[in-house]
Structure formats: C-alpha cells, structure tokens
C-alpha cells in the first residue's frame, strides 16, 4: 500500500471528512490487509465513519483480531483511541 495513499486515508477519517473517506474508503488498494485502519476507526467512536468503511467493502474486517486480540468492535466499545493509536500508528503508516 502506498503509504501516501493511506495517509489521505487516515486523514479522512481522523478529521471526519466523509466525502473524501467515501471515494478514498472504495479503493481496493486502501483496503487491503489494513484491518488496523478499522480497528483506529472503531476506537474514535464516530459511527458514520466506521458505517462508510463497512459499506465500502471493510465488512470481511469486522472480525480481525489485531496483535492485542481486539476485535474492531473491543475497540469501540473500549474507546481508549490514546491505547489505540499507540498500537495501531506505526503499522497503520506502512
């Protein structure tokens, strides 16, 4: 994945931009095996922004566990993003 690429997709989603999320969140290139890009976006508890994801073809992701067994949804209902981005950050810029 080009990391450009994924930085205009965080960028989406941290700023809550969901016209941009929308044409970014459909590129198969955005999406694949970046399960980490849900799990973050599931933590920032903002509902419209995971239900782009999920209707843009991150739905196969939902039960992804990340390197601490979380699943997406242990993410959003935790809601610790502080833990999460720690965790997710670097793998998400790769």
């Known amino acids: 994945m080009n990391a450009h690429d994924n ?14 999320l929308r044409n970014l969140a459909f590129d198969q290139q955005q999406k694949s095996n970046n399960s980490d890009l849900l799990h973050y976006t ?3 508890r903002n ?4 239900e782009i994801l999920l209707k843009n073809g991150w739905k196969d992701m939902v039960s992804v566990f990340d390197e601490v067994g979380f699943t997406p949804l242990h993410w ?8 999460l981005w720690k965790h997710s950050y670097p793998r998400i810029q790769t």
């Open 7 to 20: 930085t205009s997709l965080l960028q989406a989603i941290q700023s809550g931009d969901t016209t941009t």
């Open 42 to 44: 599931a933590g920032l």
């Open 47 to 50: 509902p419209e922004i995971v």
């Open 76 to 83: 959003s209902a935790r809601g610790d993003t502080d833990l």
